[in-house]
């Protein structure tokens, strides 16, 4: 029988200290302990969903099975714990909103005021208990910091919760940071303080802390903390900077995080213990990560280069694949709006992956990169927007057809090779129909679809599969029905597609060491102990090449 349990992690002082992480870790760290975790977030900002935010604002959009454009954080939750998060996991202050205006407009409400309280809290709490009657946890990360404007409704939602189910069945967890003030030598806890009091006002006293930091916490700061907090000493926990965040879990568990959780629901934790399976193969990752037995050079020739959260997944989906092949990386990133000399940026590289993306900007340089790894043998893998591109270079520069492009860059292009299609078959197998008048959102190509595998392609070798299920975020299609006959004459093959071989999912060049192009994005599904097939085959060819040219 579930325990039903609910845990709220919330952050205080400033943005991007790991609450994320924070609830990854601790989901993993209870799923190892035998309890069934469901994951979610909650969202403070206005927007319906992230899909239209630059990755310059948000950082990469996830996208889940069932095509729920979601914050970044639920990657981290399917990374560490292997739970597939739907759109029942996550929710934006703009989607609330909406429907409670929808509802309203359509008279919904019978007359009555809306308001924050009941309506908007109402609705918080709906989505916080939603399907989670099978789940023994259930971790809610609401985003943003205490004192955000936008998030009284969710504290208020949260306070409520408490009181209608109890301490006994309610955590309230609260990430902080601890400057080190290295003149001082010391750690300043004035700002915890502060952001508790934030909390206090709002009602909620946190449970347990988790305190970012860059030095481990001495008994007297632990203290110190706990006499300001209303908490037990027991109850301060460093989360201690790491040198790659999978250490994230393995540190909680050092600090005793998941057994004072277990603590607070009167559970004791020497009757769920820690899996030897689970201890093991985290400690592999972390060391082959640490300590690996080569290295390589892997050029990623992209637009949004200059924040590490817009190509979250990827950056992930990498370091797996590296574990796996017992070989560092060293990623080098190539801004193709900006550079001048993209040859010279890519030039020694191992691999080349040119990754998703929207809009013109920085197209030519792309294609430049594509025909570098195309011309010199180097590994690619092009990740949708990159599969395309893979496409019109190759009949740019091989077929001479000068003006081949995507109907995205160039309406009136005399050669579509890439273009919108208007109708394809759903999972569920409707119909799902689009055009450029569409809504922005709604002509996007979104979530999990099948892929039939050519036997004896570079895809089917590393899934070892002939059906696969991968997740999707683009607009434009391959233009198959009229030059997919013309692009196998180029050596440019089909190796995989939709089961009704409408869609053209992978693409491959027949005379190359190893050049993959694919529609969807594989890093969404990417996992640290296993990695992905398409990345861990890309890097190991990308190592054999440098071990045989050395």
């Not at 006002?201 to 988790?210: E, K, R, S, T, V």
């Not at 992209?302 to 694949?321: F, I």
């Not at 590296?322 to 190539?334: E, S, Y």
């Not at 640290?528 to 440098?546: E, N, Y």
């Amino acid at each position: 029988m579930a325990l039903n349990n609910y845990i709220f992690v919330t952050g205080g002082v400033m943005s991007s200290l790991g609450k994320g992480l924070a609830s990854a870790s601790l989901g993993a760290l209870l799923q190892a302990r035998g309890f069934k975790v469901c994951l979610r977030k909650l969202d403070l900002y206005l927007n319906v969903d992230p899909g239209t935010l630059s990755p310059y604002q948000h950082g990469e959009v996830f996208v889940t099975d069932d095509g729920t454009e979601a914050d970044l954080d639920l990657g981290h939750y399917e990374r560490f714990t292997g739970y597939r998060t739907t759109k029942a996991d996550y929710l934006s202050a703009g989607e609330i909103y909406e429907n409670i205006i929808l509802t309203e407009r359509k008279g919904g409400y019978n007359g009555s005021t809306v308001q924050v309280i009941p309506h908007v809290t109402d609705a918080i709490k709906r989505f916080i208990f939603a399907s989670t009657e099978s789940f023994d946890f259930t971790l809610i990360e609401i985003g943003g910091t205490v004192g955000d404007i936008e998030g009284a409704p969710f504290l208020e939602a949260i306070r409520q919760v408490r009181n209608e189910l109890g301490a006994a069945h309610t955590m309230f967890i609260h990430l902080t940071y601890l400057p080190y003030v290295k003149t001082a030598g010391e750690l300043k806890t004035k700002p915890t303080q502060h952001s508790v009091k934030d909390l206090l006002h709002a009602g909620i006293q946190p449970d347990l802390l988790l305190c970012r930091c860059e030095i481990p916490l001495d008994v007297a700061i632990r203290s110190k903390i706990a006499l300001f907090c209303n908490m037990t000493p027991d109850n301060v926990i460093a989360a201690l900077d790491v040198r790659n965040i999978y250490r994230c879990p393995t540190n909680y568990s050092r600090e005793y995080f998941d057994e004072r959780v277990c603590h607070h629901f009167n559970l004791d934790y020497r009757d769920f213990p820690l899996s030897k399976d689970w201890n093991q193969k985290w400690g592999e990752l972390v060391e082959n990560i640490d300590n690996p037995r080569s290295r390589i050079t892997i050029v990623v020739v992209g637009k949004y280069t200059e924040l590490p959260d817009a190509y979250k997944s990827l950056r992930e989906a990498l370091t797996h694949a590296g574990a796996q092949n017992q070989v560092g990386l060293d990623v080098r990133w190539c801004n193709s709006e900006q550079t001048e000399d993209v040859i010279a940026e890519i030039r020694g590289a191992d691999g080349i992956i040119v990754p998703g993306g929207f809009g013109a900007r920085g197209i030519e340089n792309k294609i430049k990169a594509i025909q570098y790894a195309r011309e010199n043998d180097i590994p690619f893998l092009g990740i949708c927007l990159g599969m395309q591109l893979a496409i019109i270079e190759s009949f740019r520069n091989i077929a001479g057809v000068k003006d081949a492009n995507s109907t995205e860059f160039d309406p009136d292009t005399n050669a579509p090779v890439i273009s919108l299609i208007s109708e394809w078959t759903k999972n569920d197998g409707s119909k799902e129909r689009r055009t450029k008048d569409t809504n922005l959102g709604g002509t996007l190509r979104l979530g999990q679809y099948p892929c039939d595998l050519v036997k004896g392609s570079f895809a089917h070798k590393a899934y070892q599969q002939d059906t696969i299920q991968e997740r999707h975020r683009h607009r434009y299609e391959f233009n198959a029905p009229k030059y997919k006959e013309q692009a196998e004459q180029l050596g440019l093959v089909v190796t995989g597609s939709s089961p009704d071989g409408t869609l053209t999912e992978i693409i491959e060049h027949k005379n190359h060491p190893w050049f993959v192009a694919v529609q969807f994005h594989p890093e969404f599904k990417s996992t640290p102990i296993d990695g992905h097939p398409l990345f861990v085959s890309f890097i190991k060819s990308a190592t054999t090449r440098k071990a045989n040219a050395s």
